[in-house]
Nanobody, 121 residues
């Protein structure tokens, strides 16, 4: 199971830190992605981390602003989001894919419940 937390309301330029707590799976076996869905838009993978091959993927729209990291001892993946903009407003989900990162949303086996991020202008 995956449990996402850390969302909230922030002004443009502010920061939030999302956390994804995993139980029943290990980061050796699964890559963890952060996927967001903005109102009226399709879900997109914004970041992903894989311990197996050291991948840290970022969508172009968040490069330089978001940082993904994992804490294997706590079985948690964090997404530090800085310089937030109104276009970052979305529900953010964490999801697990076997071993490697993927941009194919259908490939994610397990999903957390989502956490709302709202950025005001």
């Amino acid at each position: 199971q995956l449990q996402a937390s850390g969302g909230g309301l922030v002004q443009a330029g502010g920061s939030l830190r999302l956390s994804c707590a995993a139980s029943g799976l290990t980061f050796d076996d699964y890559a963890i992605g952060w996927i967001r869905q903005a109102p009226g838009k399709e879900r997109e993978v914004v970041s992903c981390i894989s311990s197996s091959d050291g991948t840290r993927y970022y969508a172009e729209s968040v490069k330089g602003r978001f940082t993904i990291s994992s804490d294997n001892a706590l079985n948690t993946v964090n997404l530090q989001m800085n310089s937030l903009q109104p276009e970052d407003t979305a529900v953010y989900y964490c999801a697990a894919h076997a071993v490697f990162c993927t941009l194919d949303l259908l490939g994610y086996d397990y999903w957390g419940q989502g956490t709302q991020v709202t950025v005001s202008s």
